[in-house]
């Protein structure tokens, strides 16, 4: 599972594509639908944010309009779907899906990041995650490589490289990383 703190507009096609499927599995397990992966690092810093699911929800809004940006097509009917924190099923086919923050993410209505507290993101997770990401899009896709390469220049500084749930503070790589040698 990889729950990136880069901007989803600097993940390839299958990093984000696999970014929202592993996010959407990390929203049922902090709904407690499922037993596998219940113990996951990647899910420390949404646990300990004041409201997780609020929190899943506005990121998964991030992938999803970076998706829409590219003409591919998330489903937002999933961002919040399922049983709410009372164990209550929260779905309505009727109704717009809420986010977790009271902002309709299914038409995009409003700004989820305005209303969820930010997670704080060290600096040196974020320059392992990119260079996580260098390595594994030279491997596979040399074309986004260069996109890649112009995204980074355009955003400048690498605190303008986050997601936008998250805010970058100085740090060292998070203690819940696995860092791989690369």
């Not at 829409?68 to 779907?81: E, H, K, P, T, V």
């Amino acid at each position: 599972m990889r729950i990136w703190s880069l901007h989803p507009s600097l993940l390839d096609r299958r990093a984000l594509v696999a970014c929202w499927r592993e996010t959407l599995l990390a929203q049922k397990v902090l709904r407690g639908l499922t037993r596998g992966y219940t113990n996951h690092p990647q899910l420390i810093r949404f646990r300990a944010h004041p409201q997780p699911l609020g929190a899943v929800a506005t990121y998964l809004c991030g992938l999803a309009d970076e998706a829409d940006a590219r003409g591919y097509s998330f489903n937002r009917a999933l961002i919040g779907a399922g049983e709410d924190e009372a164990g209550k099923d929260s779905t309505n086919k009727n109704s717009a899906v809420k986010n977790g923050t009271g902002k309709n993410c299914a038409d995009k209505a409003g700004n989820p990041y305005t209303s969820v507290a930010h997670i704080p993101v060290p600096l040196g997770q974020l320059e392992y995650e990119l260079a996580f990401l260098q390595h594994k899009v030279a491997g596979r896709d040399p074309e986004w490589e260069h996109r890649l390469s112009e995204r980074l220049a355009a955003r400048g500084e690498l605190a303008a490289c986050a997601h936008p749930l998250f805010e970058v503070v100085p740090g060292a790589i998070e203690p819940w990383e696995k860092t791989k040698d690369f």
